[in-house]
């Protein structure tokens, strides 16, 4: 196509809402953010430089060091989440009747809203819950207590909540890694004397490497933004705030902007770096 003044001038006028929307919706937020997180301003009254005070106190106070160690939760449980949706991939790898609904059985639990998944757990970890229905029927009725009140439980309790909700999602990314594998390997594999052990260590694991270090990635970035289920579920109350939990409750209840601000950053960054190196694995294919 000849770029004539005029077709400049069409294309220009097309570019200019998608860029100013960036800008005033995207990247200046930004900017305004950084520089309200190196100062004291509680939303009303001018913000006044305090430099990196805020970001210090984020690094060197234990109160605020407890947010990112809580994120470490959902870290954890995002291993036995990514081995369980693993297993079950390879267990149905394959064509069988009624693959279809299975599989949209276990995408149920992602697609739920927050608030109905909080209610869930709520009356499953209650005192009368489901939980300790099931530890009292099987005669483990001394462990059955109030999981949410422990304070050394409450926080593996919410976390293990995320297994539940997000292993249907990995399940599925797994599940069309293994379905992409040629069916020859395996019929080769075969004849040559492997087990199905040494099918899935060679064949499977190495196929889906990449689809488990994105995994990994999109557990660690979800991890540092946890917000809806603790915060619906106990308001970040008994030790189970995270970074996010309190950056809403400093903005807003504690009119703490400038810190809120300078805590965002942190998260912010956290992300960016994690989204970044998911991005790059999957520009590669593979990490190999």
Known sequence: MVKTKGTRLFIFTFLVIPVLHLLIFSYIPIITNIYLSFTNYNGVNPPKWVGFRNYERIFTDP??????????????????????????????????????FFKGVLIVPYLLNGVIISTIFIIYFNNNGTLNSILRAVGLGKLAQQWLHNLRLVNPAIASISIWRYYGLNFLMFFGGLQAIPHELYEAAAIDGCTKLQEIRYISVPSVLHILFINILLSISGSIQVFEIP??????????????????????????????????????????????????????????
Not at 64 to 87: G, H, S
Not at 92 to 99: A, L, P, T, Y
Request: charged letters at 10%.
């Open 231 to 288: 915060y619906i579920m106990l308001n970040g109350a008994n030790g189970t705030a995270t970074p996010v939990i309190q950056i809403q409750q400093s903005a807003f209840a504690e009119n703490r902007v400038g810190f809120a601000a300078a805590l965002s950053i942190v998260v912010f960054v956290v992300v960016v770096i994690a989204v970044s190196l998911q991005r790059l694995l999957a520009r590669r294919g593979s990490i190999y």
């Open 63 to 100: 109160q605020y060091l407890k947010l990112f160690r809580n994120c470490l939760w959902y870290m954890v449980v995002a291993i036995p989440q990514l081995v369980f949706a693993f297993i079950l991939a390879v267990f149905v790898n394959g064509k069988f009747r009624g693959i279809n």
